[in-house]
Nanobody
């Protein structure tokens, strides 16, 4: 069983920045992937970014390329999502998701964090 604890959401003005954190504990394997997804009201959960625990494989959704950066502190088993130049359309609940392989599909995520709300005012 893998536990994921997220933090870092909040309210920010358009153009501002936030950093989300996702701390993993429990039965993680030596190599895994952590993805960030988001879900706006009335919409499906969508892929934002993913990164392997080794840091070698990183993928971003086109909508966030150049603005968001995913990173990891392996010693802390913690992943981060640095979000810059935030736009009102980035408003959503953000979730981190653990899987033993790289995936951009929410349906293939094995464990989810509790979610953290990001609100961007215009």
């Amino acid at each position: 069983q893998v536990q994921l604890v997220e933090s870092g959401g909040g309210l920010v003005q358009a153009g501002g920045s936030l950093r989300l954190s996702c701390a993993a504990s429990g039965g993680t394997v030596s190599t895994y992937a952590m993805g960030w997804f988001r879900q706006a009201p009335g919409k499906e959960r969508e892929f934002v970014a993913t990164m392997t625990s080794s840091g070698r494989s990183i993928i971003y959704a086109d909508s966030v390329k150049g603005r968001f950066t995913i990173s990891t502190d392996n010693a802390k088993s913690t992943f981060y999502l640095q979000m810059n130049s935030l736009k009102p359309e980035d408003r959503a609940t953000y979730y981190c998701g653990y899987s033993t392989f790289t995936t951009m599909s929410a349906s293939l995520i094995q464990y989810w964090g509790q979610g953290t709300q990001v609100t961007v005012s215009s």
